[in-house]
């Protein structure tokens, strides 16, 4: 039986992946470092802030010290909060779909952005109501395409409610999401929102918008 449905946020919720693409590029750009769109969407999309500066700094043969990571860190954050106030950030058909779910499951995110950036588009937009945990990369754990973020997310519901990882399903964009689900023990829905189908592999449901995502399909995916 379904008994809640956890979100990824960038990519999912939100249309906010390009906006951290430029936040990146203003910050590597003073470094004298290019990450274009290609090798973004391709390489490093499903690592959270650390991660991206650490694999990007391995792959370039760049040497990094835990202060400069960290200074990156303090201004990329504080671009994409100024960006995330200014432009229209939720993908079609969100707050429909998300309010729609919360009426009849729990909701939470598992997200390897920084909760911070996630109440703001929250909070902006009028939906923190609608989730009942949140699991980002401000609790500090390992990034997606390890289980960590979805299996802190079951245990913050498991404060409010019982849930088993067999009884939940995810929300991804990305195959790296995707793998972190299925290790946690998640059934998964994947969307095209970032990448095509056949990017999405293994997904137990592949839809192309928000709005494709009812209780009744959710449901079925329990019911093999």
Known sequence: ??????????????????????????????????LTREDYYARYLGFDDSGLFRALAKDRGISITDEK??????????????????????FPGAVTCIQTLA??????IASGALEPEIALVLNHTGLADCFK???????GVRGKP????????????????EVNATGCVA???SHWGLEAARLAGLRTVAITHTYPAAELTGADLVVDQLSEITLPKLEALFSS
């Open 1 to 34: 039986m379904l008994q809640a449905i956890i979100f990824d946020f960038d990519g999912v919720i939100a249309d906010s992946e390009p906006l951290h693409l430029r936040a990146y590029q203003q910050v590597l750009q003073k470094e004298g470092i290019e």
């Open 69 to 90: 990571v960290d200074g990156w860190i303090d201004v990329k954050t504080q671009i994409v909060e100024d960006l995330l106030t200014s432009d229209a950030i939720l």
């Open 146 to 161: 390890a289980p960590d973020l979805y299996l802190l997310a079951l245990a913050k519901l498991r404060h409010l409610l």
């Open 103 to 108: 009426k009849s499951r729990p909701l939470a």
């Open 171 to 173: 929300i991804e964009d």
């Open 133 to 139: 945990a949140i699991s980002s990369a401000s609790d």
